[in-house]
Each structure stands twice: as C-alpha cells, then as structure tokens.
C-alpha cells in the first residue's frame, strides 16, 4: 500500500467510544494525571513522573507532530462521553524501507478493563496498515504485563520473542514479550476496528 499523500500533522482517529487525537498544549493537567500515578506506571520503564517529566514528554510529542515525513504518532486518548483524557497511544515507524512500526498505550489506572485499550489498540493498528502502509506492527510488553499482553493479543498479534531479563525496572530485571501482526494476517482477520482518520 502506498503513503497517502494526506497532511499527517493532524491526526484523529474515532472509535465506537474513543476520539484519539493530537496532544494540545492544555493537556499537561490530564496527562500528568495518569504519569504521576504508580500504579498506572508500574510495569513501564518511565514514571511515576515528576511534572517536569510530563513536560518533557508533552513538549516531545508535541514536537513530532511538526516531523517531516512525520514518524511518530502520539495520540491523546479521549472519551467520547465526558471529553475525559484517560491516556496515551502511539504508533512509531521503525523502519520505512520495511514497513515496520511500533504500537504503544498507556492508560490511567481508573480507566482500566473497559475494553478502551483494545479499542484503541485496534484504531492504531488499522491507520498503521490503511493509512501508513505499514507490512508489520510491533509491540512489546513486560512478560509480567498480562493485561498488556492481552490487549496485543485480542487485536490479532502473535507472539514472536521472549527476551530475558532484557530490562532493569523499578529495582528488578524483566523479561519482554515481543508480539507482532503483519498486514495480510490483519486484512485476513478483517479487524472491525470500525475506525474513521481524518
Ligand atoms: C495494559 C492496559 C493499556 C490495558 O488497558 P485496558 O483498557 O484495561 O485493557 P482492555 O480492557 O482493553 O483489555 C484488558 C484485557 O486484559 C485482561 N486482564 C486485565 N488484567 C489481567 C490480569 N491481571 N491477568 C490476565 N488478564 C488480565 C482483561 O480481562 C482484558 O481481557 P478480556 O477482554 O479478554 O477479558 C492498561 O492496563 C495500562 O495502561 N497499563 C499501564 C501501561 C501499560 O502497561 N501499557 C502497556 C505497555 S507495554
């Protein structure tokens, strides 16, 4: 599939309950929200944050969505319902030659099991494959992350790697899981993300 020669600065992806969206500047309160919290933060290898942290990353990710060709996606993850931002997700282009990105999703620990990381999941996936053009997706999650886990498997992705305590977090070695779904095994699967970009 080829890139479509869209204006990709500014990326909304809808699901059935979610708006993923751009970061704005006015997203710090929200976003540290969830950063700063330790629960939400730990089997991840940053946080909890400091706000200074949050910052950082905000200012970062605001960044990519000036790159040109644009590389990384940071998406807000908002609530349709109530406006609400419960969290992040992203999609980074690994490699272009290849077509091969990696996904990410982080979401405030009071929003867990509703299903909207899967549904999230989901979106990033179809606008890496229909968007993109992407032949892969990646993602990686702490061996001990089964909820992670889950999610990567509920949207069609097989395990390809076990790495052994590959990672030193929060006073302890992990082991990672490396999951993967490539394009004709998402089109085979005919995923309903029921996502619409603009
Ligand atoms: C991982 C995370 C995004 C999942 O978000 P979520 O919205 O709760 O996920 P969903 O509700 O879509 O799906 C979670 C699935 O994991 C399952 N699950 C949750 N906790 C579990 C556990 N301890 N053991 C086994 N399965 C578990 C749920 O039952 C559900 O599966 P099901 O639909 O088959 O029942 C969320 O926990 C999170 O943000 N964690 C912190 C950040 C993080 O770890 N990000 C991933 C980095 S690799």
Redesign the pocket.
Known sequence: MQMKPKDQSTVTMKTKRLTLREFHDSDLPAVHAYAQDAE??K??EWGPNTLKETTVFLNESLGFQKEQPRVTFDMAIIVDGDQKLI?ACSVTILDKKKRISAL????HSK?????????AANALAKFAFEELGMDKIL????AM????E??MQ?IGMRKESELAKDKFIKGMYRDTLVYSLDQATWTALNASADTVTD
């Open positions: 939400t933060t089997y991840l969290g990410g999703y982080v979401l929003a867990w099991g509703q299903g909207y990381a899967t549904e993602a990686t999650c702490d992350n089964l909820a992670s889950r999610v509920k």
